[in-house]
């Protein structure tokens, strides 16, 4: 069955240091999302992304996040200068074209972000 | 303020028990979604509604668009069911609220 792949796993940083968190979606898809869930809490969305544009984002996507396809595979999420309370497990999912946003989703097995 | 809340939040059964995990929400939706993850944190999606029912295999998800409320139905339970169980749901301005997750444990 396609899946949705994700790396690293695992990602160590240096608060203030820039992270890319990498993604690849099942191929045929064109509906790519980024969520993330701190540790205990529950899953946030940060960003849908179609057609090579952001679609939707929430508030905790701030100018120091932004998502990028760079060239047709991946899907990335880039955050510039990471703080403490970045820390957290990402996960992307994709999703088919469909008329509407409710497709079934696919998601990745995540990368734990942890910054220190 | 939580757009999706879950009850129960924990759930400990016997094998063999049919389960049940209530969504209630409190946005206009286009569609609401069942996750599984599991221990190790990966996310499983399950189902996608927008209206009615859906089965597969052993789980069954219904919802009601006029009492913004959806159920995750599980029959026979079996320990291998143990998981989080997480209610989504995609509002009409395309975005996703998340529950808090049912924390499901099924003893043999």
């Known amino acids: 069955e396609p899946e949705v792949t994700q790396t690293p796993s695992h990602q160590v940083t240096q608060m203030g240091q820039e992270v890319i968190l990498r993604c690849v979606p099942i191929?045929?898809?064109?509906?790519f999302y980024w969520y993330r869930q701190i540790l205990g809490q529950k899953v946030e969305f940060l960003v849908s992304f179609y057609n090579n544009e952001i679609s939707e984002k929430s508030e905790i996507f701030d100018d120091q996040f932004s998502v990028e396809r760079p060239d047709g595979s991946n899907f990335t999420l880039k955050i510039r200068s990471t703080k403490l309370e970045d820390s957290a497990m990402y996960f992307c999912?994709?999703?088919?074209?469909?008329?509407?946003?409710?497709?079934?989703?696919?998601f990745g097995s995540g990368t734990q972000l942890s910054v220190l | 303020k939580n757009e999706v809340e879950q009850s129960p939040q924990n759930l400990t059964a016997q094998e063999g028990e049919f389960i049940t995990i209530n969504c209630s929400y409190s946005?206009?939706?286009?569609?609401l979604h069942w996750l599984q993850q599991h221990p190790g944190g990966g996310i499983v999606s399950l189902f996608m509604?927008?209206?009615g029912k859906k089965k597969h295999g052993r789980l069954i998800a219904t919802i009601n668009i006029q009492e913004k409320h959806s159920s995750l139905h599980i029959t026979a339970s079996h320990p291998r069911d143990s998981a989080v169980y997480i209610c989504a749901v995609l509002n009409t301005g395309n975005q996703f609220y998340f529950g808090t997750g049912t924390s499901l444990t099924v003893i043999p």
């Open positions: 999912a994709s999703s088919l074209q469909g008329e509407s946003w409710s497709e079934k989703l696919f």
């Open positions: 191929s045929n898809h064109l509906y």
């Open positions: 946005v206009g939706i286009s569609a």
């Open positions: 509604l927008s209206s």
